[in-house]
């Protein structure tokens, strides 16, 4: 177990958590359980996520419960002690044993015993922390699992999120792969700030997603304005291609300390009726509560203009957009679609979003800026290259500078030179321009 430097309230937990288990046992008929486990201040993983979701007294016996198996394979086995040896000896306690995995796997059952005894009324209390509306539930920590029909709710096993389970083990999540199951690429930069420029109006309102992210749950909590608000903020950016949408995505992931995934939308879209909306349930499931920013490209390739039903295809299409729309407005976290064109975004998606930005095409003072940042140090330019006449005269996006600047800086490379004249630059503006389908 690598729980972080300091695990002392872990293992704490842990051998209180073996108290309990020994004093059911002795105890079977107790109302009155061992006081809680106290905690000291730390800032280890099983502290941040106690602290986060401040657990009561039968919340963390069940996490706990679900956990031991993963930090200390064999624990309940210990402490239950040779009462267990065969399962069906001792019923009462529940658990069962996995395929691999050759300790007691801890059921609902297990928490159901270890909390109420024989206690019918503390039962069915019990049984309540894994209904649809609990923290567990919504906040994709805990879930029961499903059992065959005709066998007690209550003898699902308990399963922790597996990536709370990395978190608590070893300190950190990993970022999921790109696959069918999941799909969306973890997107990250070496770039900074600075090195986007954007128009002022633009970057004002980029400040208050960052402001979001830094005070929100705060006011959620403390200011209550979680009971008259929806959760998470959803943000729309619409501007020609090239103008630093996915960019400044990636940036705002980096300053604020979380995960940014770029969706393919054309893994998620299916034709098959149903799949489409399968397939954007395993993305947020995955992404609840994860703190993840998730970022649509292209987003009218479901978000476009509602179109009137004519056949069964158009009410499919409605279906996915509205359903896209609900898992958007119930997800915690930041929510970014990009898109080229604001019109291809119907009206009444829009009006969904907190904020609205729009990445114009950069002016000249703004392409004199793209164009000094992006010039390497190494590169020299002839006395024939002003950049204040290129940025005046060639209106160009930013992503369309850097083009320029690599494909100009590998050919002056490749020539052993180390200095860009004005034909060369120009020419490489003219080949964006032919590119992107502008008359030159």
Known sequence: MNAGRDASNLVGALSWLDELVRFRLANPGATELLPPPEFHATDDPFTRVIARHEPGYAELVVLLLALAPHVAPGRLDAAIGDTLTESASFPEAGGVRGTHHRGLLPTGETAAWLLAGSDLAAGAYVR???????????????????????????????ILDADLVEFLV??????????TAFPAQHITTEMDWSDLVLHPATLLQIRDIQNWVA???????EWGLGRRVRPGYRALFHGPPGTGKTLTATLLGKHTGRDVFRIDLSRVVSKYIGETEQNLARLFDRAESKDWILFFDE????????TEIRDAHDKYANQQAAYLLQRIETFDGLVILATNQRNNIDEAF?????????????????????WSNSLPEQLELSSDVSLHDISTRYEISGAAIMNVVQHCSIGVLADAETTLDRRRLEAAIHREFVKEGKVV
Do not use: Y
């Open 128 to 158: 309540g922390l894994f209904g649809p509306d609990h923290w567990f539930t919504t906040r994709c920590v805990l879930e029961l699992e499903a059992v065959r029909d005709g066998e007690p709710l209550l003898s699902g096993r308990l």
């Open 215 to 221: 005070f929100s749950d705060r006011a959620m909590g």
């Open 350 to 370: 829009v009006r969904r979003f907190q904020s609205v930005i729009h990445f114009p095409m950069p002016r000249a003072e703004e392409r004199l800026l793209l």
């Open 170 to 179: 070893h300190g950190k999540v990993p970022a999921p792969r790109f696959s």
């Open 299 to 306: 987003a009218d390739a479901l978000f476009g203009k509602r």
